[in-house]
């Protein structure tokens, strides 16, 4: 029988003291719901040092990022309060194993969500959308992984900024998004490269995270997933991701 929790302990102290850890072991036979129950053990071992859940995040939702991690099917995790950096702020690069920004769409929600859900009821329990940067940093050896590896490291999902509220029927089909680095354009997208049409990965989000256990919530935050392929971070850099309609969030790294 493979240990869970002690893999979920191995993820937690690559997380802790930013050193990478081995991919899992081949012959442990990580299916996707046995990654799902690692990643709660460790979001619980991040619950007893006093973070709080507040939103999850959706990965792989776009060609351009499945091709660059090597896997083809859309994963979820967990966002936790000490993951949320303030926007035009700094984001420190020493916690971090090897940190990559990419521009998201946030939604953020007025009332539960869980289950099958259509569009127009995803739409509905909205608050607020947002332009969002997300900073992913797989805790594993190299950033290679398989799909069981990715998600019980909680989906690479490290830190993240949120930029201006925009009302929640703001429409989201096919929105330009740009990520630059000191001014110049690294990375260009479309909203549509999000399953395409954002709100399906809060469809899938409802869908995937009940399957877990876990429910949508008021007030919780659920990051769409990325557009573009992720870019590397170093210290000196100023980032800045735009959507358009949406508006722009900013951060420095140090």
Known sequence: MTDLAALADRLDRAVVSARATAQLPADAQIDAATAYEVQRLGIELREARGERVIGVKMGLTSRAKMAQVGVDEVTWGRLTDAMRREEGGALDHAPFIHPRAEPEIAF????????????????????????????????????????????????????????PASRPDTDLANLGIALSIDGAVREVGSSAAILGHPLRALVAAARMTERSGHALEAGDIVLAGAATAAVPLAPGMQVEVEVQSLGRVSFHVT
């Open 108 to 163: 953020i929600l007025k009332r539960g969500l869980s289950g099958e859900v259509s569009l127009a009821e995803a739409a509905l329990a909205l608050e607020a959308v947002a332009p969002a940067v997300e900073i992913i940093d797989s805790r594993y050896e190299n950033f290679k992984f398989s799909l069981g590896d990715v998600i019980a490291d909680n989906s690479s999902s490290a830190a993240f900024f949120i930029g």
